[in-house]
């Protein structure tokens, strides 16, 4: 289009103003996965002659450690937009009047925390995942369900309750602590998966060194505190045997079912029994038990059986007596280097290696949970008693 001159007319600064707001809607905060124009942050967006494009952001916080991915973002939408020659950014903060706005419309309209699985309305899945002893490698299972259920489109979040022995932040690649947005902390993502650990504000080699009323608020904490989001499934990473963890787990979160990692070893399989029992006294459900370390595959394709046989499928019996109900052997997992390597490098290996004989097994008893149905404890079932 040009004018009289012939030279190119400058679009309506309204219209193109307008269009530009309409793009950055798709633009996604990437630490609360909901689009900045929802959450207040588009600030303004100006005009200037020839097309020039000036979007104000307000950050959430001013080390808001992803301010490159939304000025990236930001520039990608604006600049797509018919009409925009340039696109810049001007960043700036909340006020704290908008930071409590914004706290209010994140938690559903009250400004104090809650914890959203323990609400009758909730339609998370809450996995507690438990071990009788330590060294069975419960948290290298979590990690690997998390990343499975992510890479199949599910929202996920892990809480790391192994206060005293947390390790998966590394196994995540998680190496940055939450945002805080005044009382209320953004979770770092990786891999798709939320993630929150006492690791991520302890110094490294630092011990945690607590007693049971500090570790029930701890828990309470990442529950109430942390902004989650809307997941799809919540995962909890439980230190090994039945402790103050296990209990605070069943009192914080009631709708929370259990699921059993021991080894084939029948010393293991015993305490892990003991692991799942409390189930009993704490009304939970026990999903399903996961063997771990079954075998190690021969180069001449035969199993060579370090720690035994036959551990999982036991625990999975017993406990099934003890609960009065069908708890299933969810999945056998072989001695995988695999496995461990990539713990160790932070990429699971259901994502690193997806075809490895560990990684098929975990990728199967991630997609067996997803299917479970919630825990009906605490639901609102829509039963009114009849006059």
């Not at 945690?208 to 902004?227: K, N, S, T, Y």
């Not at 305490?271 to 029992?277: K, W, Y």
């Not at 075998?295 to 999975?316: C, H, K, M, N, T």
Request: proline residues 7%.
């Amino acid at each position: 289009m040009t004018g009289t001159t012939g030279l190119p007319s400058s679009p309506d600064p309204t219209a193109l103003a307008d269009r530009v707001r309409d793009a950055l809607a798709a633009v996604v905060d990437p630490e609360i996965r909901r689009p900045i124009t929802e959450l207040g942050m588009v600030r303004s967006v100006d005009v200037h002659d020839g097309g020039r494009v000036t979007v104000g952001v307000d950050l959430t916080v001013a080390g808001c450690p992803m301010k490159g991915t939304l000025v990236r973002d930001v520039t990608a939408a604006a600049s797509a937009v018919d009409g925009v020659t340039v696109a810049d950014v001007d960043l700036g903060v909340m006020t704290p009047e908008q930071r409590q706005a914004l706290r209010t419309q994140l938690r559903g309209g009250t400004g104090d925390p809650v914890i959203p699985f323990a609400q009758p309305g909730s339609l998370t899945k809450v996995f507690a995942i438990a071990s009788g002893k330590g060294g069975v490698g419960k948290s290298s299972v979590t990690a690997n369900l998390a990343a499975a259920l992510a890479a199949d489109g599910l929202n996920v979040g892990v809480i790391d309750a192994d206060i005293y022995g947390f390790s998966i932040p590394r196994m995540l690649g998680v190496d940055r602590q939450p945002t805080r947005v005044d009382s209320m902390l953004l979770p770092p993502i990786s891999h798709g998966v939320k993630v929150v650990s006492i690791g991520m504000f302890v110094p490294p080699g630092q011990p945690v060194v607590w007693r049971g009323p500090m570790l029930h608020r701890a828990l309470e904490q990442f529950l109430a505190d942390v902004f989650w989001g809307d997941l799809d499934v919540l995962l909890l990473d439980l230190p090994p045997g039945t402790g103050d963890i296990a209990i605070s787990v069943a009192q914080l979160l009631p709708g929370s079912q259990l699921v059993v990692v021991t080894t084939p070893q029948a010393a293991a399989a015993e305490v892990a029994e003991r692991a799942g029992s409390v189930a009993t006294q704490t009304s939970q459900r026990v999903v399903g038990v996961v063997e771990n370390m079954s075998w190690l595959e021969q180069p001449d394709g035969s199993r060579l059986e370090i720690f035994g046989s036959g551990g999982g499928r036991r625990v999975a019996e017993r406990l099934s007596a003890t609960v009065g109900s069908d708890v299933p052997l969810l999945g056998q997992v072989p001695l995988d280097v695999a496995v461990r390597e990539a713990g160790d490098d932070g990429t699971p290996v259901v994502l690193s290696a997806p075809d490895s004989p560990g990684a098929v097994v975990l990728r199967d008893v991630a997609r067996s949970l997803a299917r479970q149905s919630r825990g009906l404890a605490g639901m609102q079932l829509g039963i009114a008693p009849v006059g």
